[in-house]
């Protein structure tokens, strides 16, 4: 599918509790001396044209980090951290563009390629979703549904499945055409989720 960047406005999903992080607000933490959110920022930002983040608390800091590519910060309309289904129907309410490509903030190593990929899986089968899996050496399958680009005019029926009291994105998903696109490098959608494991990944 030849869809322009400018075409598609990208979502750095940061608006969660921070649970196994001991309640620390991930996008802020530090890798290699560049916060977790910085690192998505940049990758996705050489893929899309606006670009957006989603956070719940902290905005201040999360608006300096997107200063350079003056991305808004916007907050879930939904209380008490509603899950990522709120921070994409957050972000989908404030693009100005068909397609919304979002990443979470705790992936500093997402795909290149990433809306390419994704944007080419839609195209053959008019589909309103594409998320991404990965597929290791012995066929096991590990999906990333947060890794998606969608159709910002969802944003109603999202908004309906929320206000019903649903949160499983794959459940969402499903109640649309969907596709999911197979990518090699576990490792570009590998999550850092505590502190220990950021350290370890400070020090390689």
């Known amino acids: 599918m030849n869809l322009p960047a400018d075409r598609i406005t990208g979502l750095v999903l940061a608006g969660g509790r921070g649970a196994?992080?001991?309640?620390?607000?991930?996008?802020?933490?530090?890798?290699?001396?560049?916060?977790?959110?910085?690192?998505?920022?940049?990758?996705?930002?050489?893929?899309?044209?606006?670009?957006?983040?989603?956070?719940?608390?902290?905005?201040?800091?999360?608006?300096a980090l997107g200063a350079p590519w003056h991305a808004a910060v916007v907050a879930d309309a939904l209380p008490d951290y509603a899950g990522p289904l709120a921070g994409l129907l957050a972000g989908m309410r404030a693009a100005r563009t068909e397609?919304?490509?979002?990443?979470?903030?705790?992936?500093?190593?997402?795909?290149?390629?990433?809306?390419?990929?994704?944007?080419?899986a839609v195209e053959p089968d008019g589909a309103d979703i594409a998320t991404a899996k990965t597929v290791n050496a012995t066929g096991e399958t590990s999906l990333h549904p947060v890794f998606v680009?969608?159709?910002?005019?969802?944003?109603?029926?999202?908004?309906?499945?929320?206000?019903?009291?649903?949160?499983?994105?794959?459940?969402?998903?499903?109640r649309h055409k969907a596709v999911e696109v197979a990518f090699a490098d576990e490792r570009a959608f590998y999550n850092i989720n505590s502190l220990q494991e950021l350290a370890e990944f400070g020090r390689a």
């Open 99 to 120: 397609w919304l490509l979002a990443a979470p903030c705790d992936s500093p190593w997402l795909p290149s390629d990433l809306a390419l990929r994704l944007a080419e």
């Open 20 to 63: 196994r992080m001991g309640g620390a607000d991930k996008g802020l933490q530090m890798l290699q001396g560049e916060a977790l959110a910085l690192h998505v920022m940049r990758r996705l930002a050489r893929q899309v044209g606006p670009l957006l983040v989603s956070a719940n608390r902290h905005q201040d800091a999360y608006a």
């Open 149 to 174: 680009l969608l159709r910002t005019s969802l944003a109603d029926d999202l908004a309906a499945f929320l206000a019903a009291g649903e949160r499983k994105v794959r459940a969402w998903y499903a």
